[in-house]
């Protein structure tokens, strides 16, 4: 399955999408079952995670709401672009940086993972399209 046509399937404005996430095309960027062995590192309350154009989604999320999968898959694209603007070193580098700058505030886990810039990122382009 691809991105692109869970989106097309959920009636999303992908001609917005697209401008917000240019050059990701979402036909090309992969959806997959997240292996069981993945999501026992999972975090409580994480449903998916971005691996350069692949998106792992728990399995539950990936078979159930298709609305709700497609707001999850517009949050994710974000940070396939990301991945693509930064490469893998500065995106994994800004992504730990934020996170601890965050518990080095007095943040506790929970708000240091939101607080971090490029997932404050994602929400807001996924907020558009609720």
Avoid: C
């Avoid at 792992?56 to 940070?79: T, Y």
């Amino acid at each position: 399955m691809n991105a692109g046509r869970v989106l097309t399937e959920s009636g999303v404005d992908t001609d917005e999408l697209r401008a917000l996430i240019h050059p990701i095309q979402p036909e090309q960027v992969s959806l997959r079952s997240a292996p069981r062995l993945m999501m026992r590192f999972w975090g409580s309350g994480i449903k998916a995670m971005t691996l350069r154009r692949r998106i792992f989604v728990d399995p539950k999320v990936l078979n159930g709401d298709k609305a709700k999968l497609s707001l999850l898959v517009i949050h994710e694209l974000v940070h396939v672009r990301q991945w693509h603007d930064l490469g893998v070193l500065g995106f994994l580098g800004r992504y730990l940086r934020s996170y601890l700058r965050g518990r080095r505030d007095g943040l506790n886990h929970r708000d240091s993972y939101r607080a971090i810039d490029l997932e404050v990122e994602a929400r807001e382009i996924q907020a558009r399209f609720r």
